[in-house]
């Protein structure tokens, strides 16, 4: 079956949900990636405007009720985090979401990557809007290739953990496809760079850097 995609149910195409889809949940940011392509670098602790990555991720969600970071410890300015490793560390994204997943207890979960140094409140706003106007399992971006961004979506946690336990894969496609979720395609601000930009390598990191400016810009 498929879901509605363009400026799906409960996006309104300017990165923002309507009024009444706010919902407690928890957050998982997956850190503890190899950063192949950056040469092993610690990504997460990448500076973008003057702040880690994985902190302008947190700050994404400033109203999770827990807030599970899935890598090496790490000091979080401003944020209170809970820190757990997938087995084995560096295993991939399904260990780590598994990992991650048993830190939660809220009815729903975002599910983001450590690299996205765009994601605002409002885009995560927009995901559970047009999930739950959907009655869907979840939410997921779509770029303007229409490539799904698995790791920057919100899923409803007891569904997600059903296909973990039945799923022996690697794959977060292979995952999470079956759990239909609706495609929502957010538009980058005017000038800017869009919610589902990330950082692998660094042209990516530089590109970020020259859009986000000086020192504590968003």
């Known amino acids: 079956m498929n879901r509605p995609g363009v400026d799906g149910p409960g996006v309104d195409g300017r990165g923002t949900a309507p009024p009444g889809t706010a ?5 998982v940011i997956l850190a503890g990636g190899r950063a192949e392509r950056l040469g092993g670098a610690d990504k997460p602790g990448a500076l973008v405007g003057g702040r880690p990555l994985v902190e302008r991720v947190a700050a994404a969600v400033p109203d999770a009720g827990e807030l599970v970071v899935v890598g090496p410890p790490r000091p979080m300015a401003a944020f209170s985090a809970v820190f757990t490793r997938e ?10 979401l598994r990992a991650g997943l048993a830190e939660v207890s809220a009815g729903w979960v975002a599910v983001l990557a450590a690299d996205l140094p765009f994601l605002e409140p409002s885009h995560v706003s ?4 047009a999930a ?6 979840g939410a997921v971006l779509v770029d303007d290739g229409g490539r799904r961004q698995w790791l920057t979506g919100v899923w409803r946690t007891e569904t997600l953990r059903g296909a973990l336990r039945q799923y022996r894969g690697r794959s977060l496609h292979g995952l999470l496809t079956p759990l239909e979720p609706v495609l929502v395609r957010l538009p980058a601000p005017e ?13 990516d990191l530089g590109a970020a850097r020259r859009s986000a400016g000086p020192s504590g810009a968003r």
Request: with cysteine.
């Open 23 to 27: 919902v407690p949940y928890d957050a």
């Open 87 to 96: 087995d084995p560390p560096g295993g991939g994204p399904v260990p780590a």
């Open 126 to 129: 927009a995901l559970f809007g």
């Open 132 to 137: 739950r106007a959907a009655g869907a399992a």
């Open 191 to 203: 000038g800017g760079r869009p919610p589902w930009f990330d950082c692998d390598t660094e042209a």
